[in-house]
């Protein structure tokens, strides 16, 4: 049921025209904070600011868009599919040859249906995307192209939500609404966020504190960690970046650099024990916001969940990446539904310590059978098995790792353990 | 010869009724020690004394026990067989019905002709052992139950000898002697202590200490350790628990918490070197008092050896655990040589560090041949290999791993070198 | 084309009766040193000088020696095949009955061809190396034994040719030349060595200073190490040794006691990349004079390069072991190539750190291509996975094994991060 809202969200969502900056990236967060009560905090930069290697581009914004044929036909029409307009396009009012036309237009002859998604945010011109098929059957003569499209010194923007847990250390949430028209590739992850902070909102006694970032893909995390990475660096113990994750294929993690993050051993832990598959890309295979999170320089402990990743599905950065044979609610909920047990896993996270020597007397508190008997004693108890790695140096996740557990279920344990006073949590 | 008079020595002790405390205990370790020179300390603990997270518990004293059927027959008699009774079974004389009597009767449906063995430490009660075969004809009517038990502040106790070598560095040997007649899971262990010390004893310039326990299992270690645990980890360098060691399974080792101590290394090595088989258990299989030893706050370095593990043969925790079938002279003569062997491969453990730069010149020393010829020449010799791990850095065994041999070996070689001055020990 | 100036320098070498010391070791450092610039420097140690556990040898020089059959006829001629004199035999002039004479014989009963190639250094004594054939062909009767050889107070030297570079940090070459007429194990490594140094010279902007030495085997590192060792501790970050490298048998590694010394992980890493044959010896196969390099208390990283190893051919250590059919222009060639490209893969070797915090923005330096669509856009760009490695802990060769390049591939890409000064090297 909650895959249905998710998807409706999406379906609202589709029809706004976002890019890296401009009125339709702030128009999501609005309608992205509908589904929550925390009020999203705008982070602004303005056109020409610096970001590490990086400069705040111009801001965009665009009216209306379309080609006219020689016989008076409108096509490439910006209204009508926004992925029709070369992002970044300038403004433009000409008629040119076919011949000329064909150097600005894009179109993918491998997927005759497509409408590819191209930009060009760093460098100035513009042009159109069409369907192989449609271009193919424009004829000779005179074309006229407007675009009424406006660069202009303005802002770029971040959202940022942060819910408050019980400690200081933060679980980073990073999300991009930058692109048009497009369902995996882009509404998947800000939806699933919205909903995912919706549920922590209401979790009781939350452990961690939760950052969610909804950027502009690349140049959005290089501009915010160009302002906060020392304070991110402080707190920040492990990181998420959410993408292409609303479709139905394998649940797949891309690796950070070194590997070894609180998160993707937590993940690989979890389906190990789940006997579920698990997609592993490496860090040579990434191609999100981990590019950012994990850099030198910055180097944050983030890695990349995803359903069917970026670049391994036909339809990725075409108009076909949409919200009926891509994007499902089933694929959403089953999504919604694994990362809301990831976040039980961290939640479980402690590090326990016995606050005695040598092991328990499970008998006199009731958590043994007293009498035992062959048939009855079976193996030394899990209680027990998680009491012996108590020693301070292990974690839940290390326990649940030697013990073939998850780091739910270990916990359930630890908590027995410490309600008799047989543990404590550094 | 020496597994005949271990086995007669399990004989002797076959039919004394122990339990963790009680007179049985002091006359086995009183038997024990007429097999060596060196005299068994005794460390006693009050009934009442708090051990870490236990406490010393009553003292128990059997004077016989049995239930009269109602034709009058005596039957469950603890005279004939001490098993039958619940260990820790509090005194009784009453009268009752057989389906009240049955609440108070275990026996082992799968195992029709075995009285199962069954304690009640640390909850007060009473019951008896019968075989399901006996328990089957029993007929309605009114039994008698007679026992005549005492438990009693008083006291428990562990067995103890050092047995000094040259350095202060020590090797805890760890055993139980707690349970009635029973053969691999009793008796087993303190019987081959028992010889291995007259072999320590008479083993001429020691390096290492030696330290023997005889213990209650579980209360055992953890009342020693509570007053002894500061001295004991300055000095013990590993730890073996001796437990069901007589019978002719697989030599098999219960590995530590940690899984890299110095036995646990030796074991693997000399197994590996010899291609013979090693059965290897993990801490999750562990169930004797490597429990206690690896414990959070204890983390001594040791592990348990073993033949057919606790709770993997189908007579264990039973009557059908005799020396007859399970334990036997053969297998207990194999268990001593295989622990002295042990013995020998710790005695070699040194940290050789050379006393020269570069390869020695064996030549000049007679250690090689002067004239070399291709067919005589052959590989680079043994005490060459080993010469160059010589740094200081790799002990006896590190360097037995890595040119594949036993530390043994090894040590000859050593020798050797140390002989002509070309290494020392650090 | 090289492959045969190295089988001409082989050659002009042959004839010179080498051994560890005495006039041909000093005769073939002045043919070597014609082959390059650098003039060779040499270390003189004096009969009787201490050098770590060993003393320099009497200086050896030999006139001639033969044997003269009961019918006149002159064998075993040292002017015919200097293999024929046990090294460092004494002066002998006498007559003696074959069956003394076979005595002093060695020859191979497996190789009836072959001449072995026998020793005697450390022990005094004298004796001929002669094929078993000719053996067989001896008659009873007096033979008459001339050697006019001499064993003498005189000089063991080592010659030793440095390159420098940008950097103080060295690589070290170690060949030997102190066997009589042998052509893989002997020949091989000193003639191409000298091409290599010939390379290096000519190497413009040599960043890594290049050390070479030409020893007498074991006797000659030792001697060189006890005078030198700081020196060369204080600056070699790598080193190898060149033995039986000439012929056409596969490219072979004799590992480090550590096994993973630089030089190690280089070829390894090169081999795999180019999906190349390697055959790897681990440190207890060694047998040149990595067993000194690599000895406890000199302990440089050092390890073998060969192709065909000693002890692995049967010409091995026998007249068989020839510039005609063993070592060849084509065998000397790829070793030569071979040495040339590791040589630019230890240049290569730099430890890049990122002078920006993130991804560097390829755009605007015209590193990436501006419009991004899906069908040419593909992965991440290589320049980019590399710049992700550059956080100062990752040198060009750790780069080069996550990424699945060569060091030299990794290179070019990291020149171009540093031209736009997006890396520095530190």
């Not at 309608?31 to 111009?58: C, V």
């Not at 995390?221 to 920040?236: C, D, E």
């Amino acid at each position: 049921v909650i895959g249905s809202q998710i998807h409706n969200l999406a379906n609202k969502l589709w029809p706004i025209y976002r890019s890296i900056t401009g009125p339709g990236f702030l128009k999501t967060l609005e309608i992205l904070n509908e589904n929550f009560e925390t009020q999203i905090e705008l982070h602004t930069f303005r056109t020409g600011e610096k970001a590490f290697d990086w400069t705040i581009p111009l801001e965009y914004e665009v009216e209306d868009a379309w080609i006219q044929t020689p016989d008076g036909k409108k096509i490439c029409n910006f209204g009508e599919n926004n992925l029709h307009l070369v992002g970044y396009s300038e403004p433009v009012d000409e008629s040119l040859s076919l011949e000329k036309l064909q150097r600005k237009l894009f179109s993918l002859p491998d997927q005759p249906d497509a409408i590819p998604y191209v930009t060009s945010y760093y460098e100035r011109g513009w042009g159109f995307c069409i369907s192989d098929r449609e271009r193919k059957k424009l004829v000779a003569g005179e074309y006229k192209v407007h675009i009424n499209s406006r660069l202009f010194e303005g802002e770029l923007n971040v959202g940022e939500v942060k819910i408050k847990g019980n400690s200081k250390k933060e679980i980073l949430f990073s999300t991009y609404i930058c692109h048009p028209s497009m369902a995996n590739n882009e509404l998947s992850g800000p939806c699933i966020a919205a909903f995912l902070i919706k549920y922590l909102e209401q979790l009781v006694d939350r452990e961690y504190t939760y950052r969610f970032l909804f950027v502009p893909e690349t140049i959005g995390p290089i501009a915010y960690l160009s302002r906060n990475l020392k304070r991110i660096r402080k707190h920040v113990i492990a990181g998420i970046v959410l993408t292409c994750i609303g479709d139905n294929g394998p649940f797949s993690l891309v690796q950070s650099r070194r590997e070894n993050t609180l998160i993707e051993r937590i993940v690989i832990n979890y389906f190990k024990i789940k006997k579920e598959n698990l997609k592993l890309y490496s860090w040579v295979d990434r191609g999100s916001d981990e590019r950012q999170y994990g850099a030198p320089g910055i180097e944050l402990p983030v890695c990349t969940l995803t359903r069917t990743k970026y670049r391994e599905y036909p339809e990725y950065h075409t108009s076909l990446d949409d919200l009926f044979t891509v994007v499902t609610p089933e694929g959403l909920q089953k999504s919604y539904d694994w990362l809301v047990q990831l976040i039980l896993e961290i939640e479980s996270l402690r590090t326990p310590k016995s606050c005695i020597k040598g092991e328990p007397q499970l008998g006199r508190r009731g958590l043994y059978k007293q009498v035992s008997i062959k048939s009855e004693y079976g193996n030394i108890s899990t209680l027990l098995h998680i009491h012996s790695y108590c020693d301070g140096t292990n974690n839940t996740l290390d326990i649940a790792i030697k013990i073939g557990l998850t780091c739910t279920e270990v916990k359930t344990y630890l908590d027995i353990l410490k309600s008799h006073k047989l543990i404590k949590y550094c």
